[in-house]
């Protein structure tokens, strides 16, 4: 899967000169949590997310330090909160140098930047425009239908699964394929072997359970803490 598959679009946008309360009105209307902002181009400048409404001086929720830690205040963050509790315009709030993503962009480096940046959202644009917004919910919304096609998938013979089984632990560096026995009967998987950690057994099994045509897992993996060697 790409971006394109499971973004969100037509994209909401606003222009750097809409007023804030416009912005605020329009995450509430829409139901939304974050809107991108774009120039006179159409080309996205920035982003305004529910994050940058949280401390305005018109709701009373400006940030307020005690002067003692105001002498030790960055006057450069002190500025930047001013602007963000006291600016009227998406321009003034927004967030600058804003990560996006292009419409091919694989579905797993879109996790990546997700989980790299600690964002909840990344827009996708073409030439610069926004095009789309993938978010958190999106890849959630493509994990469940992922599933759902995979268990939909008509049931092989057992010798076949056996062998894609075989094939799928032969490709894991941590597998001890060598120490594993796998026995299919009706699309339920008996594993036999042994394991040096509950997390190398736990991978073993989900690495089974991801093969299409797997009905159900049956474990019977012996747990051998590997030997004590002293030094």
């Known amino acids: 899967m790409q971006a394109m598959d499971i973004m969100t679009s037509p994209v909401i946008t606003v222009a750097t000169d809409t007023p804030v309360r416009e912005v605020a009105r329009l ?28 401390r ?5 929720t400006e940030r307020h330090r005690s002067w003692w830690l105001a002498l030790f205040a960055d006057a450069a963050r002190e500025a930047h909160d001013f602007r963000k509790a ?8 927004m967030t600058s140098g804003v990560v996006t993503v292009a419409e091919d962009a694989a579905l797993g480096d879109v996790v990546d930047i997700l989980e ?6 990344v827009p996708v644009v073409r030439d610069g425009k926004p095009v789309g917004v ?8 493509a ?9 939909a998938i008509p049931p092989r ?19 001890r394929i060598y120490a594993t026995n796998v026995i299919v009967e009706s699309g339920t998987v008996h594993l036999w072997g042994v394991v040096e950690s509950e997390e190398e057994r736990k991978a073993l099994r989900v690495a089974v359970e991801e093969v299409p045509g797997v009905r159900t ?4 993996v012996a747990l051998i803490a590997r030997p004590y060697v002293e030094t």
């Open 116 to 121: 790299g940046r600690k964002i909840k959202r």
């Open 56 to 60: 305005r001086v018109e709701a009373g």
């Open 157 to 175: 013979s057992d010798r076949t699964l056996r062998a894609e089984i075989l094939a799928r632990l032969a490709r894991e560096p941590w597998a």
């Open 134 to 141: 993938v978010s958190r919910a999106n890849i959630l919304n």
């Open 217 to 220: 897992v049956v474990e019977h």
């Open 27 to 54: 995450l509430l209307e829409r139901r939304i949590s974050a809107v991108p902002v774009v120039d006179g181009s159409g080309k996205i400048v920035g982003i305004v997310s529910e994050g940058d409404l949280m």
């Open 86 to 93: 006291h600016g009227m315009k998406a321009s003034d709030v």
């Open 143 to 151: 994990l469940a239908v992922r599933r759902e096609t995979m268990s």
